[in-house]
């Protein structure tokens, strides 16, 4: 019985492993330039040219490193006041939801913008939030 519960335990972690997260990846314009040109060209990398990594990984922060071609920017996770649905279509006729969104990752090119940003997030006693024009579902 032992050895049941511990690989439906090690199922259900590698189930949640393997889940994808959506999310709005924000990039500042020089970032978005380039980074639209890398996915439009024909060169194939082997090497990933983006990596997010957590600022301090020792706690639960928000702020985040987001590395792109080797360069790093700080970045700032935040959450959506609602969750917004995806979809997407191969034919413009027929919609497939395809995930849920409930957080933007901001990147910015200097510190000081990303704090400028922290000043400006909502804080309410359900959570801190983006400030985005958005409004959560009424009851």
Same mark, same amino acid.
């Given at each position: 019985?032992?050895?049941?519960?511990?690989? #439906? #335990?090690?199922?259900?972690?590698?189930?949640? !492993?393997?889940?994808?997260?959506?999310?709005?990846?924000?990039?500042?314009?020089?970032?978005?330039?380039?980074?639209?040109?890398?996915?439009? #060209?024909?060169?194939k990398? $082997? =090497? +990933?040219?983006?990596e997010?990594?957590?600022?301090?990984? =020792? $706690?639960? =922060?928000?702020?985040? /490193?987001?590395?792109?071609? @080797?360069?790093?920017?700080?970045?700032?996770?935040? &959450? !959506?006041?609602?969750?917004?649905e $995806?979809?997407?279509?191969?034919?413009?006729? /027929?919609?497939?939801?395809?995930?849920?969104? @409930?957080?933007?990752?901001?990147?910015?090119?200097?510190?000081?913008?990303?704090?400028?940003?922290?000043?400006? /997030?909502?804080?309410? /006693? &359900? @959570?801190?939030?983006?400030? #985005?024009?958005?409004? +959560?579902?009424?009851?």
């Open positions: 019985q032992q050895e049941i519960d511990q690989a #439906s #335990s090690s199922l259900v972690r590698m189930a949640w !492993l393997q889940q994808q997260q959506h999310l709005i990846l924000r990039l500042p314009e020089p970032l978005a330039r380039l980074s639209r040109k890398l996915l439009n #060209s024909d060169k990398k $082997t =090497s +990933p040219m983006v997010v990594k957590p600022e301090d990984a =020792s $706690t639960m =922060s928000n702020e985040f /490193i987001f590395i792109m071609n @080797g360069k790093e920017y700080p970045a700032l996770l935040m &959450n !959506l006041p609602t969750i917004v $995806t979809h997407k279509t191969f034919d413009n006729k /027929i919609f497939l939801k395809s995930g849920d969104i @409930g957080q933007v990752l901001q990147v910015f090119e200097t510190a000081a913008e990303r704090d400028v940003m922290r000043g400006q /997030i909502c804080k309410t /006693i &359900n @959570g801190d939030y983006m400030p #985005s024009g958005l409004t +959560p579902p009424t009851a």
